[in-house]
């Protein structure tokens, strides 16, 4: 069973949280800094101002006297002003790029800062540039992908994610729980808006290739949470199929019936799956008390 958090666990929750802040509003800050000022800028004052920051925030997150959270989060700040020298260099020189070329690039010039650092923020911010450059391109640049191929490809790079870091966790690897439960909530989301997706358009070659994927991917992820006493897979596993089953009766029938028949398995599924994830609580509970 999970202990409530100590006082030690409050001080270093709390010691991180302000840290964050300070330095995410201080880079919030020097990115107004440049909205307001900007006409009154030179060129050159606008890229040195950037790139000493940008060094600057490096260099302080490679000294050893800093604690390693501190050292991680200035890297992370630095991976964040890359962004910032890019659009003030876009701005200045009017490049013309599409928006997914400027996120492909932040990807890329922080993949090593990604590898070295290891560090879950910096991998979040790293795994949400990439869904980004993904959606981008294919709004921009890939316009005959159809939503489910695209809804599917953002679905195998996270759950290619979450598979790696489920290994990488086996082969005691520190990964936290908050980091791998988020990457499997956005795996699910974009099957499930797939499949919504597909359910009210058209039944092609795409979309049973997401179901067939989805339907694997939630099998494992049902036998994994029962192998692990895991209540977060066995949670957002069944909302996808309660909102996927949902869709589908709305689909069949959209007047007052179908309405109703909806409304009473959406309260009736969500009822026993509630009822029975607590059940499946206490007897875990009980069972871990008893060794």
Same mark, same amino acid.
């Given at each position: 069973m999970n202990h409530p958090p100590s006082q030690q666990d409050w001080y270093r929750f709390v010691r991180i949280l302000l840290l964050t802040l300070g330095i995410g509003f201080t880079v919030a800050g020097i990115i107004f800094f440049f909205a307001y000022n900007w006409d009154a800028l030179p060129k050159l004052a606008k890229l040195s101002i950037t790139g000493g920051l940008l060094i600057a925030t490096t260099l302080l997150s490679l000294r050893p006297q800093f604690d390693p959270l501190i050292r991680n989060i200035l890297l992370t700040a630095?991976?964040?002003?890359?962004?910032?020298? $890019?659009?003030?260099?876009? !701005? &200045?020189? !009017?490049?013309?790029?599409?928006?997914?070329? $400027?996120?492909?690039?932040?990807?890329?010039? &922080?993949?090593?800062w990604v590898l070295a650092a290891n560090f879950p923020p910096l991998w979040v911010l790293y795994l949400l540039l990439i869904n980004t450059t993904i959606l981008l391109y294919a709004d921009q640049v890939a316009n005959h992908w159809s939503d489910k191929l695209v809804f599917t490809i953002l679905f195998l790079v996270n759950l290619v994610a979450l598979i790696v870091s489920k290994v990488l966790l086996k082969a005691g690897k520190t990964i936290p729980t908050w980091f791998t439960n988020l990457v499997a909530l956005a795996a699910i989301s974009f099957s499930t808006l797939g499949i919504i997706i597909g359910i009210f358009g058209n039944k092609e070659f795409d979309f049973w290739l997401l179901v067939l994927l989805a339907a694997l991917a939630y099998a494992t992820g049902i036998w994994y949470g029962f192998k692990q006493h895991s209540l977060f897979y066995l949670s957002i596993i069944p909302l996808s199929l309660i909102i996927l089953i949902t869709t589908w009766i709305l689909r069949i029938s959209d007047d007052s019936g179908g309405f109703l028949l909806a409304s009473f398995f959406i309260i009736g599924s969500a009822t026993v799956t509630i009822k029975y994830l607590l059940d499946l609580q206490k007897k875990w509970a009980h069972e871990q008390h008893g060794n």
């Amino acid at each position: 069973m999970n202990h409530p958090p100590s006082q030690q666990d409050w001080y270093r929750f709390v010691r991180i949280l302000l840290l964050t802040l300070g330095i995410g509003f201080t880079v919030a800050g020097i990115i107004f800094f440049f909205a307001y000022n900007w006409d009154a800028l030179p060129k050159l004052a606008k890229l040195s101002i950037t790139g000493g920051l940008l060094i600057a925030t490096t260099l302080l997150s490679l000294r050893p006297q800093f604690d390693p959270l501190i050292r991680n989060i200035l890297l992370t700040a630095s991976a964040a002003l890359v962004a910032v020298l $890019f659009a003030v260099y876009g !701005q &200045i020189y !009017q490049t013309g790029a599409n928006a997914y070329d $400027f996120f492909l690039a932040w990807t890329v010039f &922080i993949s090593i800062w990604v590898l070295a650092a290891n560090f879950p923020p910096l991998w979040v911010l790293y795994l949400l540039l990439i869904n980004t450059t993904i959606l981008l391109y294919a709004d921009q640049v890939a316009n005959h992908w159809s939503d489910k191929l695209v809804f599917t490809i953002l679905f195998l790079v996270n759950l290619v994610a979450l598979i790696v870091s489920k290994v990488l966790l086996k082969a005691g690897k520190t990964i936290p729980t908050w980091f791998t439960n988020l990457v499997a909530l956005a795996a699910i989301s974009f099957s499930t808006l797939g499949i919504i997706i597909g359910i009210f358009g058209n039944k092609e070659f795409d979309f049973w290739l997401l179901v067939l994927l989805a339907a694997l991917a939630y099998a494992t992820g049902i036998w994994y949470g029962f192998k692990q006493h895991s209540l977060f897979y066995l949670s957002i596993i069944p909302l996808s199929l309660i909102i996927l089953i949902t869709t589908w009766i709305l689909r069949i029938s959209d007047d007052s019936g179908g309405f109703l028949l909806a409304s009473f398995f959406i309260i009736g599924s969500a009822t026993v799956t509630i009822k029975y994830l607590l059940d499946l609580q206490k007897k875990w509970a009980h069972e871990q008390h008893g060794n």
